[in-house]
């Protein structure tokens, strides 16, 4: 059974730093690349980052860009999310998910979808 | 960058009825970047459909999804109690790889 459970939010302060865990069982996790996703309280979902398999691409939202570093330990099948310099719109239920390759057609494989998501962890920043 | 609205907001339905879900794309996308997801209160969301059409695994058949270019839809031909959550339409972009979501449409029990 596919599983994904993340660990590490907590009460932060404005300007602070934390690390997102998230741990992966049930499947082969150095094939798979892996996603964080957010969710504001009462909002909707924003993707934050995004990691390949080898951790050879990864790639960033906007908000979280030059703040934020994703990571990955494939010996251990975890996957981490650094966040520095914290603000108060960071607030949010934080996921992780993972993205399997899906044949999109011409001899390209992408990963266009999540398939399994964690049940989140929640940061909270506040003075 | 392709944004995605839904609609309705807010949809209020009894079990047993039919209902479709919108989500309209700014601009025409592959249909193999279009994927819903179900999310109930205090849970994660859950993949329902990718590529468009395509259930996901567990999914029952009473969820289906169609749709093209800039218009897909979400289709759940019988209410079923557990069937009342949100739902969010997402497409994928690849240059650079990232997941756009739709704000989302809310299923409430009428």
């Known amino acids: 059974e596919v599983q994904l459970v993340e660990s590490g939010g907590g009460l932060v302060q404005p300007g602070g730093s934390l690390r997102l865990s998230c741990a992966a069982s049930g499947f082969t996790f150095s094939t798979y690349t892996m996603n964080w996703v957010r969710q504001a309280p009462g909002g909707g979902l924003e993707w934050v980052s995004y990691i390949t398999s080898s951790s050879r691409t990864i790639y960033y939202a906007d908000s979280v860009k030059g703040r934020f570093t994703i990571s990955r330990d494939n010996a251990n099948n975890s996957l981490y999310l650094q966040m520095n310099s914290l603000r108060d719109e960071d607030t949010a239920m934080y996921y992780c998910?993972?993205?399997?390759?899906?044949?999109?057609?011409?001899?390209?494989?992408?990963?266009?979808?999540?398939?399994?998501w964690g049940r989140g962890t929640l940061l909270t920043v506040s003075s | 960058e392709i944004v995605l609205t839904q609609s309705p907001g807010t949809l209020s339905l009894s079990p047993g009825e039919r209902v479709t879900l919108s989500c309209r794309a700014s601009?025409?996308?592959?249909?193999?970047?279009l994927s819903w997801y179900q999310q109930k209160p205090g849970q994660a969301p859950r993949l329902l459909i990718y590529?468009?059409?395509s259930r996901a695994t567990g999914i029952p058949d009473r969820f289906s999804g169609s749709g093209s270019g800039t218009d897909f839809t979400l289709t759940i031909s019988r209410l079923e109690p557990e069937d009342f959550a949100v739902y969010y339409c997402?497409?994928?972009?690849?240059?650079?790889?990232?997941?756009?979501f739709g704000q989302g449409t809310k299923l409430e029990i009428k």
């Open positions: 997402q497409k994928y972009g690849s240059s650079p790889p990232m997941y756009t």
């Open positions: 590529g468009a059409s």
């Open positions: 998910a993972r993205a399997p390759d899906f044949y999109v057609g011409s001899g390209y494989y992408l990963s266009v979808y999540l398939d399994f």
């Open positions: 601009q025409s996308l592959s249909s193999s970047y």
